[in-house]
């Protein structure tokens, strides 16, 4: 083409990104990487291609880590691991800096190298992967410098094991290393199989850092290699970020091990499009929701929701815009959607949409390369929440849509999916906007704008798309745990029947507490309750499947709690404790009939304190506004989880069922508690007190019975949100791998014994398990 | 009606940058004031769209150099100084007439590159229609007591009367800031039909004054008003206010031209004016215009560049495009 024929087309021509200096790294390492370990690149061992998607080109040889390898990785880490975490905030910071500035250094081919590797547009792994990894180590460099002064309570895990996916390799090997290093663990970490390289290049930088040895390792490979991680027994905490069938895997097979878990899983996030938003805007926006990274995107605007009267129009003004899209080369700079990663992600998509015959589909008529893995972006309209194709996830450029007629409609089809990782709302109503957002069952949502991230603002899902928060100060939990040393529990039996037994003349029977009513036990059946002295105390239920059935059913018909103000909530509280506290003697004397001890008093005094703690924190225990680098605010909302299912404490039989039921009522929650199986009498007198205190029916239900032939109903329950086993009975395996379910958050005490009258019963730490973060962008501006 | 058979004799020669010539004209419509209040505008979402722009579409080499020669065609070079000149329009005028050195064209492998326009005060139209004699490029004049349009109203219609006498084939009104700033849309849509059927056959460019309508959702609904009231063009700035063009406002009003068009078929001119004065932000209008309009907006009788020293940029990039140096301002003539 002339100068001439171009100045009458008026075409874009090609706008290729070099590949030269990516090119010659690979070569520097003759195109054959081993692995980083201690310090060390290895001598590559059996290997694996790792190619360009856009062409088919075999980038380089990577290696397959071996058993032995990840042993090496691991003992390597464990190493380097308490010497790195006696290490002053300040030194850490310092290596957390340098990293931050070497990857600004190198921006431009760690940019390249993404995209050769991955397929994504130049302009993508340049102008935002990059600049967020260098963000998210500058950032917690901050972290690591704070740490010693603001977390003087928290340490680190120790060797975590991370496990990242392809779609965004560099970006989410910094989300992991950063706060991980920052708080003085270290990791063994292995980037995705069709994805290693820029992991391989960070490790060079990592040298060039003068990191410590064993601080990162990068162990390269398939999902064997993620499965020895996993099943690691000298790693303290996996890290995984990728689909929700591995995290169900990984889920199960963590349990009970003691290895902490944060999962970021998949997403089907909605986006709704009101009639009174800047309607071409929400079009861009889906142009970055749905386009951005080929929709390999795990929070990507998947499922556009969009109102009835401006459906039809929205989805013409869409369809031209889509006519627009650039689909080709990756490394071509006018590109707005590259290569999908793999012929099998390609596969799979194909397969996908071809397999759905409902709605109207618009593949965008852009030109597509002869080789490598293409998709045209793709609307489908008029599809319900009914369709297939509305809820699952498809994982590329592929937008379904349905209609709304009203604000609840639009939350009611928003919401009805088993994923909860981001939303998107469009308005230019800020009542609308805000009243929606909180509503809106994700870990992220955006305000007229979509797929913001920032180090400071925490990203992570509920529901299935799992859980732990990544970035800002509340994904420093994922990474650090209480300090101290903690001492095994000892089981409490519950007392034997006596060979002569003291019986009083008249019958007391307690029941279960089931929505605000006293409830016999579905079971039929019941247990005595003796005294050590050989008294009959009374008998209990023995809860069933039915009981629990019944109990989360009264739980979530009891919503309304959710809505209600901190405030109301404290006062409620506080009745309850000076409703305890009038009773004190009697409860007092119940809790040393069953123990046989003589502390009950002391128990009933803590309890009630404890009860003022948390109505103390019902409206305090405050959210954030984030100081994210933008106009506009990132706000951090301290959400209920919603239901839990709560396993009280056996040695503690009123302050144990206390020091669960006041955090999770004070933050909104609905609980189902199970009392202390061996002294299960004083909450079930604590009902009675309860029934007094103006508690909503259902807020609160107690069930009673032996709390391992629950726990396995409880945690594999499907509308219950999260359970906590601080039981005398171990149940963490048994909750951990049930919980896999709908990955509901746990909360187990690892056979590990708590003093729950001392400091370490009550605080902050139970108020984060009583909560989820709900980060909310909104971006302003007139 | 104030068309008279100079303008007309004008139009004959045949510009190819006036509209009518491919275009039919947009007659406007009643107000549609359920339309205007509709309309909206979210400024950090516009803002985010105009700023990944330039990461997302790239111009390289011949593509680029094709793009800046259309760019040049599409400037309306401007002097609207107290100081001017008859000579200086004279200047100015020949630069319009021949913006590029001939060897560089030649390099190029094009001929026939002049500017879109040429932009003045009205004591200027005379000697500028004089000095662009036979060469097909159109005056325009800013008008109605531009930049402030304050003076009378009677005053600023005849204005343009005397303004279209006098040969120009073009005239850049300016838009009562007070209407929009005060909703009062009614009066806005009257004044502009009141300035469209002043200008008879002249085209009419609606300045908006953009940096003195206080937010981007006022910038959709004076563009909407003006194209219902008949505006064949419409302009961000007079090139006087504290800020000009910018991309976002840009986006903002190619979005209302392309609403408009979707709904009365009638395609309306855009023109960015004031503070667009390197090669690079010119191509990335361009870019801005080619994805959110489409290709037919790409000409000038639908696109205008409003500026002054834009093209002495461009010629120094076309010239390092040619000989791969880069290049001095002394090595173009100037204006």
Known sequence: MTVKDIFESMEYGPAPESAGEAMAWLERTNRSFGLFIDGQMTAPGEAFETKNPATGEVLATVTQSSPDDVERAVTAARKAQGKWAKLPGHARAKYLYALARLVQKHARLFAVLETLDNGKPIRESRDIDVPLV??????????????????????????????????????????????????????????????????????????????????????????????????????????????????????????????????????????????????????????????????????????????????????????????????????????????????????????????????????????????????????????????TLMQEEIFGPVLVATTFRTPTEAVQIANNTRYGLAATVWSENVNLALDIAPKLVAGVVWVNATNMFDAAAGFGGVRE????????????????????????????????????????????????????????????????????????????????????????????????????TGHLRAQILYYIAENLSARAEEFAHRINEMTGKRNGAREVEASVSRLFSYAAWADKYDGAAKPVPLRGVALAMHEPVGVIGAFCPDDAPLLGLVSLVAPAIAMGNRVVAVASDPYPLAATDFYQVLETSDLPAGVVNILTGPHADLAETMAGHLDVDAVWSQSGADLSAIVEHAAAGNLKRTWVNNARARDWSGKDGEGREMLAHATEVKTIWVPYGE | MQTDTTTTGHVATGAAQLPQVTEPRNPGMALDMDWVRAAQANTSAIERRAGSLSGRRSLKKDHQAAWMLKAITCIDLTTLSGDDTAGRVRRLCAKAAHPVRADILDALGVSGITTGAVCVYHDMIEPAVAALQDTGIPVAAVSTGFPAGLSPFHLRLAEIGESVKAGAAEIDIVISRRHVLTGNWQALYNEMKAFREACGDAHVKAILATGELGSLRNVARASLVCMMAGADFIKTSTGKESVNATLPVSLVMIRAIRDYYDRTGYRVGYKPAGGISKAKDAVTYLTLIKDELGDRWLQPDLFRFGASSLLGDIERQLEHHVSGHYSAAHRHPIG
């Not at chain 1, 605000?516 to 019941?526: I, V």
């Open chain 1, 134 to 387: 260098a963000r998210h180590f500058y950032y917690h460099a901050g972290m690591a410098q704070l740490q010693d002064s603001e977390l003087p309570d928290r340490e680190a895990l120790g060797v975590c094991g991370q496990i990242i996916p392809w779609n965004f390799p560099l970006l989410m090997l910094a989300w992991k290393i950063a706060p991980a290093i920052a708080m003085g663990n270290t990791v063994v970490l292995k980037p995705a199989e069709y994805t290693p390289l820029t992991a391989l290049l960070f490790a060079q930088i990592c040298q060039e850092a003068g990191l410590p040895k064993g601080v990162v390792n990068i162990v390269t490979g398939n999902g064997e290699v993620g499965e020895a991680i996993v099943s690691h027994e000298d790693i303290d905490k996996i890290a995984f970020t990728g689909s929700t069938e591995v995290g169900r895997i990984i889920r199960r097979a963590t349990a009970g091990t003691g290895k902490s878990l944060t999962l970021e899983l998949g997403g089907k996030s909605p986006y709704i499009v009101f009639d009174d938003a800047d309607i071409d805007s929400a079009i861009e926006g889906l142009v970055d929701a749905i386009w951005f990274n080929q929709g390999q995107v795990c929070c990507a605007g998947s499922r556009l929701i969009v109102q009835e009267g401006i459906a039809d129009r929205f989805y013409a003004k869409l369809r031209a815009r889509m006519d627009g899209l650039r689909v080709g080369n990756p490394m071509d700079k006018s590109i707005d959607v590259g290569a999908l990663v793999d012929p099998v992600q390609l596969e799979t998509i194909t397969r996908m949409v071809d397999a759905s015959d409902e709605g109207d589909t618009y593949r965008a008529p852009c030109p597509l390369p002869d080789q490598g893995c293409f998709y045209p972006p793709t609307l489908i309209t008029g599809l319900s929440p009914s369709s």
């Open chain 1, 465 to 564: 798309s799992g859980f732990g928060r990544e970035g800002g100060w509340e994904g420093l939990m994922a990474y650090t745990k209480a300090r101290g040393k903690t001492q095994a529990l000892a089981p409490v039996a519950p007392i034997a029947a006596p060979k002569d037994a003291s019986v009083d003349a008249l019958d007391r029977t307690a029941k279960m507490f089931i929505g605000g009513k006293q409830a016999r036990p579905d079971s039929g059946y019941s247990r005595p309750v003796w005294s050590p002295k050989g008294k009959l105390l009374g008998h209990v239920g023995l809860g069933s499947r039915k009981d629990i059935r019944n109990a989360v059913e009264a739980a979530h018909a009891a919503k309304g709690w959710s809505k209600t």
